[in-house]
């Protein structure tokens, strides 16, 4: 069984920067495209950015696009989420998995940015 592993979470304020990690147990992610979604309180969970299997392309919400970024690095079996110019609004729970066919659902990582 694959368990998604979220991390990097924590209290922000607007402008600022925070990195969030994603790993796996049970299965490497390496071959597999893999998405960053979040869950705001009371909200469906939407994908915010994506990564294709060979790290080459990749995509974004518009609500993110020019201020995070996603990447991938299969030595390390991680998928990062880069995210500046932290806004209220990304306040969130945000999870990884991948992009079709997805995995239980990890536990994610809480991001509060305050004002």
């Known amino acids: 069984q694959v368990q998604l592993l979220e991390s990097g979470g924590r209290l922000a304020h607007a402008g600022e920067s925070l990195k969030l990690s994603c790993t796996s147990k049970g299965r490497k992610l390496e071959g597999l495209t893999m998405a960053w979604f979040r869950q705001r309180t009371g909200e469906e969970r939407d994908r915010i950015a994506r990564v294709t299997f060979s790290g080459r392309y990749t995509d974004y919400h518009h609500s993110v696009a020019g201020r995070f970024i996603i990447s991938r690095n299969d030595d390390q079996n991680t998928i990062d989420l880069q995210m500046n110019n932290l806004q209220p609004d990304d306040t969130a729970v945000y999870y990884c998995?991948?992009?079709?066919?997805?995995?239980?659902w990890g536990q994610g990582t809480q991001v509060t940015v305050s004002t």
């Open positions: 998995n991948r992009d079709q066919q997805m995995f239980d």
